[in-house]
């Protein structure tokens, strides 16, 4: 095969797996918004939040998952009394 000819077959190729992967796409949108729609928004969103932590745990990178979250922790710790100072002026 040529070089034109062995481009020609990868951008074929490439454009049939994007279309597979479009309609995957929206079968995962489809399926996320009857999810919501059954057990409402913050259930929905807590269980993307659970599935994105099982994949990274499975492909090994519980380390980032822990270490954004300690990250996250210490975020929270800083702002939190802020806003809890804050309240208390306010009333």
Request: glycine share 2%; net charge negative; aromatic share 4%.
């Amino acid at each position: 095969m040529s070089t034109p000819e062995l481009r020609r077959a990868l951008a074929s190729e490439i454009d049939r797996l994007d279309a597979e992967i479009e309609v995957l796409q929206n079968d995962k949108r489809e399926y996320f918004k009857s999810y919501r729609d059954a057990h409402g928004k913050a259930e929905c969103d807590a269980a993307k939040v659970a599935i994105k932590r099982r994949q990274k745990m499975a492909s090994g990178k519980l380390d980032e998952i822990e270490e954004r979250e300690a990250l996250a922790d210490e975020v929270f710790l800083d702002i939190a009394p802020r806003v809890r100072a804050a309240r208390h002026e306010a009333a």
